[in-house]
């Protein structure tokens, strides 16, 4: 057998207030979705504004992050022509994201779920998610 570690409810809370805090701040309505560590969906807010196109875009931000246990970022850079996984976000349906905005959450060295924005340039979508991961881990 083996112990889990993964985000619960409250943690969700306290990450989508950082994460919609942040959005605030800079101006931009985002989407954002909370998976826990096996990338199922715990939490979604399309905040006034978000695009409705980006409600699919942040959940599959966050299963991607939390499921792969890297960023999204990362695996962008890596799935460009030439790289060690180029054509990933073909995969599993589509469902693999390559665009920067979709953050593991690691909480003691373990990824225990994962934070997906979209609604603004990948550069804010990355802000918000991260500043919703600080909101839980301060």
Do not use: W, Y
Not at 72 to 80: L, P
Not at 84 to 109: D, K, N, T
């Amino acid at each position: 057998m083996i112990t889990v570690t993964r985000l619960d409810a409250a943690d969700a809370d306290t990450i989508m207030a950082g994460a919609v805090a942040h959005a605030d701040a800079i101006g931009v309505p985002m989407c954002i979705a909370i998976t826990d560590e096996s990338g199922q969906l715990i939490a979604f807010r399309r905040m006034d504004g978000g695009k409705v196109t980006s409600t699919t875009v942040a959940i599959d931000k966050a299963f991607t992050a939390a499921a792969a246990k890297k960023a999204t970022h990362e695996i962008g850079a890596a799935s460009q022509p030439g790289g060690p996984v180029f054509g990933i976000g073909s995969a599993i349906g589509g469902r693999l994201m390559v665009v920067g905005g979709g953050l593991p959450v690691i909480f003691e060295g373990d990824v225990v779920g994962g934070i997906g924005v979209s609604s603004g340039t990948p550069d804010q979508d990355r802000a918000v998610a991260q500043a919703g991961i600080d909101a839980l881990l301060r």
